[in-house]
């Protein structure tokens, strides 16, 4: 079956980077968009961006063009996200997410990896 | 950017009672669409799709419909699993995809 297996809790400080990872497993890995959302507490889920493994391209939300760089290594099945700069704000759940649709313009997310915890705190 | 209102915010219900979840775009989505339910400590997980097709696995008590600007999500026969937080999210016009606010469904 489809699985998302991302990388574990951080704790940065301010104006830190960190860098995710999510591995795919159960699918055809440059078949399918993977994406990069984010739930800070008590909020609802805001989509960053995404990477198509299949050719590289990338696209991003604009509120995160200049924050965010999202990567994927073909060879192991792993997608990586990349959140420069780091404030207070950023503190939130990280998901990965497999895109799935009819076509690539139309997709919704079928299956997500279980989160990241990223704390940023001086 | 496509902005996504759910009403309402919160919602107290007995189980085994039908209930309505309300989603509104700011502009004509057609149906392209998605609702997903989403339990503390877990990620989301999809519902329906494409406004009114059940994802593989959800049960028959959940039922959507709606085109346009307008979208309805009803749970008939609530259970106890279905006490949770429920998003639609649009995916007609991105970059960026977005998702409403979410409503609480809580247990009365």
């Known amino acids: 079956q489809v699985r998302l297996v991302q990388s574990g809790a951080e704790l940065k400080k301010p104006g830190a980077s960190v860098k995710l990872s999510c591995k795919a497993s159960?699918?055809?890995?440059?078949?399918?968009?993977l994406h990069w959302l984010r739930q800070a507490p008590g909020h609802w889920p805001e989509w960053m961006g995404w990477?198509?493994?299949?050719?590289?391209?990338?696209e991003y939300s604009e509120k995160f063009q200049d924050k965010v760089t999202i990567t994927s290594d073909t060879s192991a099945n792993i997608g990586y996200m990349e959140v420069s700069r780091l404030r207070s704000e950023d503190t939130a759940v990280y998901y990965c997410?497999?895109?799935?649709?009819?076509?690539?313009?139309?997709?919704?997310?079928?299956?997500w990896g279980q989160g990241a915890l990223v704390t940023v705190s001086s | 950017e496509i902005v996504l209102t759910q009403s309402p915010a919160t919602l107290s219900v007995s189980p085994g009672e039908r209930v309505t979840l309300s989603c509104r775009a700011s502009?004509?989505?057609?149906?392209?669409l998605a609702w997903y339910q989403q339990k503390p400590g877990q990620a989301p997980r999809v519902l329906i799709y494409g406004a009114y097709t059940r994802a593989t696995g959800i049960p028959a008590r959940f039922s959507a419909s709606g085109s346009g600007t307008e979208f309805t999500l009803t749970i008939s026969g609530l259970q106890s699993e279905d006490f949770a937080v429920y998003y639609c999210?649009?995916?007609?016009?991105?970059?960026?995809?977005?998702f409403g606010q979410g409503t609480r469904l809580e247990i009365k």
């Open positions: 999210q649009q995916y007609n016009n991105w970059p960026p995809i977005t």
């Open positions: 502009q004509s989505i057609s149906t392209n």
């Open positions: 997410a497999r895109g799935v649709g009819p076509t690539r313009a139309l997709i919704w997310f079928d299956s």
């Open positions: 159960g699918y055809t890995f440059t078949s399918n968009g």
């Open positions: 990477i198509s493994p299949g050719n590289g391209k990338t």
